[in-house]
């Protein structure tokens, strides 16, 4: 178990659990490490029991950090290395260098979680592989299948554009402080058919007006935004009955409704 997470005092603000458990730190670094990716990006790396596995590995890295103190430890530890980089700032939003491709790691702070990876997968930021943290419930919105109550926008969307492999769960005591909740994590690759990113954030739009209100239909979801006749057109043209919820929608058919919405003159953004 390391130590280093003594040394940076966990904040609730900064959604701050420190990963302890060796043998999650072990296969989360071995995970990441395993991708060709050119470039190594940390997110979160909070007093760097991650970090110090990471940047021994030689290829360039750069971590991105929010929390002003875990900045400076982490400088304090790795600065001196010449792979390391460290930018200060939210990763939801915070300019990354341009270059190849990025492989991303990271125990991801629970209140940012669903925008970090948002980002990831709405913008043209290249990466060959993503090793991330999530809490239990979010990994299951992410796997959900349809028909299933998890299935939702967040599991269509990155369905869509990434394959997803569930590596570990985790429980409480993995963590310090322990969490109330358990973990997950996953390892995302790049799907070679995913929608292009600007068709990418019409068609999380377009989930969000569907899934609005789950237990109405897609055509009650959509009643305000185009005419009922058209609604019945485009579900018969993609081979959904009329009464179909959003939650019975097949992963592949959104991207034939998507096609079908555009060609109707119906741009959601």
């Known amino acids: 178990m390391s130590t280093a997470p003594n040394l940076l005092r966990p904040k609730k603000s900064f959604g701050q659990n420190f990963l302890v458990q060796r043998s999650a730190i072990e296969g989360i ?16 790396p909070g007093a760097g029991v991650l970090t110090e596995h990471l940047v021994r590995d030689g290829r360039p890295f750069w971590a991105v950090e929010l929390d002003p103190e875990a ?11 010449p792979n390391f980089n460290l930018l200060h700032g939210d990763a939801v939003t915070v300019a990354l260098p341009d270059g190849p491709p990025w492989a991303i790691v990271g125990n991801l702070p629970y209140n940012a979680a669903t925008a970090i990876l948002a980002r990831f997968l709405l913008e043209p930021i290249p990466w060959e592989r993503m090793v991330l943290m999530f809490q239990l419930e979010v990994g299951q919105k992410l796997l959900g299948q349809p028909g299933e109550k998890a299935y939702g926008p967040l599991s269509v969307l990155a369905q869509l554009t990434t394959r ?35 068709q990418r954030k019409e068609m999380l739009a377009l989930l969000h007006l569907s899934f609005a209100h789950r237990r109405k239909t897609l055509a ?13 057109s485009i579900l018969e043209a993609v081979g959904l009955p009329p009464a179909v919820r959003a939650e019975a929608v097949p992963l592949e058919t959104w991207l034939s409704l998507l096609h079908r919405l555009r060609m109707a003159g119906h741009l959601l953004s």
Do not use: Y
Request: charged residues 25%; hydrophobic residues 45%; glycine residues 8%.
């Open 29 to 44: 670094v071995e995970a990441a490490l395993a991708s060709e990716a050119e470039r190594l990006l940390e997110i979160g």
């Open 164 to 198: 997803m492999t569930r590596l570990m769960k985790l429980g409480p005591g993995a963590f310090r402080p322990a969490p109330k909740v358990d973990s997950v994590v996953l390892l995302f690759e790049p799907r070679g058919d995913a929608p292009e990113h600007p």
């Open 220 to 232: 009650n979801n959509w009643q305000a935004r185009m005419a009922p006749g058209e609604i019945a």
């Open 71 to 81: 900045c400076a430890l982490v400088e304090r530890r790795f600065g001196t290395l």
